[in-house]
């Protein structure tokens, strides 16, 4: 299996999973998802679904293929934002996939009312429970 360049990846808690999300492949900017898994040491490619009955009323939708963005887990949901598109533009979304339901979600970023958020490229992002912070303390 052909991985490609410039993708980001984050691994679960217990480190059994491994996402692998965006890069270039073939020479082209993509969004294609892999899956690693630890136990097998295998490699697979996710197709996503396009219709999903409990998230019915969502428009079908994926993120734009990206280079230089970030990955984070956070509750068990990959979270993608930020990077370049195919074109070279500086990309300011923000992207669930929730690996259960198999499904992309797009999280509109109303923040602060009329505020807007500032496009970024070659970020990254973290999650941390409150535990985290309880257990330094």
Same mark, same amino acid.
């Given at each position: 299996q052909m991985?490609? %360049?410039?993708?980001?990846?984050? +691994? ?6 491994? !996402? ?6 073939? &020479? +082209? ?8 898994? %630890? ?15 409990q998230y019915? &009323?969502?428009?079908?939708? @994926?993120?734009?293929?990206? +280079?230089?963005?970030? /990955?984070?887990? $956070? &509750? &068990? #949901? ?11 533009? @500086? #990309?300011?979304?923000? $992207?669930? !996939?929730?690996?259960?339901?198999? /499904?992309w979600l ?9 505020? /807007?958020?500032? @496009? ?6 973290? !999650?941390?429970?409150?535990? !985290? ?5």
């Amino acid at each position: 299996q052909m991985l490609p %360049s410039d993708a980001k990846c984050i +691994t679960s808690r217990d480190g059994s999973t491994g !996402y692998i999300f965006g890069g270039i492949l073939n &020479n +082209t900017v993509t969004n294609a998802l892999f899956v690693f898994n %630890s136990t097998t040491s295998q490699v697979s490619r996710v197709n996503t679904r396009i219709k999903s009955m409990q998230y019915r &009323n969502l428009r079908d939708v @994926s993120p734009p293929a990206r +280079t230089r963005h970030a /990955i984070t887990l $956070w &509750n &068990n #949901l990959v979270l993608v934002c930020g990077g370049k598109d195919a074109n070279g533009k @500086s #990309l300011n979304d923000l $992207w669930l !996939y929730h690996p259960l339901d198999n /499904i992309w979600l797009q999280v509109l970023l109303l923040l602060f009312a009329d505020s /807007i958020v500032v @496009s970024r490229e070659e970020v990254s992002c973290s !999650y941390q429970t409150m535990e !985290y912070f309880k257990e330094m303390y």
